[in-house]
């Protein structure tokens, strides 16, 4: 019984993947998600190309982009596959391809100027200034923990500190009298950002009216403490700033970073250059921290619009 072309190619096709695998598995070490993963993705791939009549080995950089406005269109069955997808099925053919050069089965690479599209790069939530002002004066009374929460927001807004950041801090790190504190970011690595007065006082005031309280007898490094005494850890921060948060009515607007974003759209909105605001939030890299100058572009551009008499916006 003879055997169509089409299913050679296909029992091909599945040869050279199950080689690929194999070679990802034992020589590589990839994790079995990764691998079933690519092997999902491949195969369809292969789906693709018997039903255009291709050949994996054939294929040139065109079909592999045909292949990909495919999946990124979707159809009324199935839905367009993500961007975030779409570059791991990318990753996947371009290690597919070097595969097949590896095993001198092709000359050529397809993949050489295959592109997925970029992933939509999300926006992070920031407050305005009456909301800060209203979050941070949330804590009220002279209680300890109030004491402390008050002197923690003020630190994280004023500073653009992570919540690992915070919460690591210890007393020896802040230096109230000259106003700047040292943050371990990052692969450990220190930084010194300046401390602004609002932040300046609460801290000062929580150190001598509320910590002494909570920490009592015992020895503790770190700034900012719980009810017993111990370093505060990331749910505890977290439940503090949610807590405060939602009495000023910002619980869905908000989480512990949002205050780390806030600051930074601030200070590129009073004037602060990128490099200097790249310093102060740790970035390694200055495309980390030109997010905020589209932010900050966003938010520009909502001003102008609600507030200029002759700006309409394109229905």
Known sequence: MAIATGDLTR??????????????EFERGLSRNTLEAYRSDLLQFGTFLHAHGLDALGAQHADLAAFMAHLAQGTPERPAVAPATLQRKTACLRSFYRHLRRENLLDGDPTADLRAPRKQQRLPKVLSRDQVAALLA???GTAPAALRDRALLELMYACGLRASEAIELHVADVDLQVGVLRARGKGSKERLVPVGREAITAVAIYLKRGRPLLVGAREERHLFVNQRGGGLTRQGLYKIVQRHAASVGLQDAMSPHTLRHTFATHLLAGGCDLRSLQEMLGHADIATTQIYTHLSAERLKDVYFKAHPRAVKDA
């Open 11 to 24: 029992q091909s096709f599945e040869h050279h993947v199950l080689d690929f695998l194999a070679y990802l």
């Open 138 to 140: 949330a804590p009220t």
